[in-house]
């Protein structure tokens, strides 16, 4: 080998390796980017969930065992027609004024931990911790909030506006109850926990437990 072939397989080498070493540094640059990204990701959806989203999935849940403790094969309450069913505690209070011996009574409500398990406080607390809900969840917590709350004024006085929040507002919660229950099961998956595979698809959530 002379002195110019021994240049020219010099400056192959080393052209060679300079590419190898540019294409090296963009596959590990690559890879550390999308390794972060993964992390990133992990580390938020756990965030979503240990904030609000294990919150939302267990009020969805008190839900679900109302479904199946007050189903039965005469009556069913089913997802669509019923998709969030919540329990109203009220006391009935009879009182007589003894000067005219007139019977009064009141009728209140009984705010608890059960009771607090709402339609509108589902929303509500969407709302409020919307820094860990999704987009779409969001938008469709918001809207239900305008309708519960436009609906309870209108008191079907005006009966197609009427008609039109009811049914919105029981479009709106099933979508919700949905939503949350496939995000939090897909949220679950991303951090490596258990999860349901037919909740994440569905949004339905398995109540079979109660059953067993």
Same mark, same amino acid.
């Given at each position: 080998? *002379? %002195? ?10 080393? &052209?060679?390796?300079? @590419? +190898? #070493? ?74 007589? *004024? %003894? ?10 409500? &009984?705010?608890?931990? @059960? +009771? #607090? ?96």
């Amino acid at each position: 080998m *002379d %002195l110019q072939d021994s240049i020219g397989l010099a400056a192959f080498t080393l &052209i060679v390796t300079f @590419f +190898s #070493n540019l294409l090296f540094n963009y596959i590990k640059s690559k890879f550390e980017w999308f390794t972060d990204k993964k992390k990133f990701k992990r580390e938020r959806e756990f965030d979503q969930l240990k904030h609000l989203y294990f919150k939302l999935y267990g009020m969805v849940a008190q839900s679900e065992y109302l479904r199946y403790f007050f189903s039965s094969e005469q009556k069913e309450y089913s997802i669509v027609d019923f998709p969030f069913l919540e329990l109203e505690r009220k006391v009935t209070k009879r009182l007589t *004024d %003894l000067k005219t011996g007139k019977l009064n009574i009141n009728t209140e409500e &009984i705010t608890d931990t @059960f +009771s #607090n398990f709402s339609k509108l406080n589902l929303a509500e607390l969407i709302i409020e911790n919307s820094h860990y809900a999704s987009q779409d969840l969001i938008k469709l917590a918001v809207g239900y909030r305008f309708c519960n709350n436009l609906y309870l004024k209108e008191g079907g006085t005006i009966e197609t506006i009427s008609d039109k929040l009811k049914t919105e507002e029981l479009l709106l919660i099933y979508k919700i109850v949905l939503m949350v229950v496939k995000e939090t099961n897909s949220m679950m998956k991303t951090c490596g926990f258990s999860y349901n595979q037919n909740e994440e698809q569905s949004g339905i959530m398995d109540y079979t437990i109660y059953k067993q």
